[in-house]
């Protein structure tokens, strides 16, 4: 597996986080939700996901290294 770290010069994410509190890795289990992290050849993970469902984040991570695959996470840096 290899990790990448992503920084953007400029870069904006809307995300619904109390959606986020609900996601379980059941829904990612299911073979039709599976079938798109096999096909994928990049992951990306959002730092607010590590909190809210480690348990899918390691579903895909131990993906990602059994098939030697690409995982990524965003790393933010503010201007001065």
Not at 36 to 43: G, N, T
Not at 56 to 61: D, E, G, K
Request: charged letters at 20%; hydrophobic letters at 40%; a positive charge.
């Amino acid at each position: 597996m290899q990790q990448n770290n992503m920084s953007f010069e400029t870069m904006s994410l809307v995300a619904n986080l109390a959606a986020a509190n609900c996601y379980k890795s059941e829904h990612l289990k299911r073979p039709e939700n599976w079938a798109l992290v096999e096909k994928a050849k990049y992951y990306y993970i959002a730092g607010f996901f590590l909190t809210l469902s480690p348990d899918s984040i390691q579903l895909v991570a131990e993906h990602a290294v059994a098939n030697n695959k690409n995982l990524g996470r965003a790393t933010m840096q503010t201007r001065q």
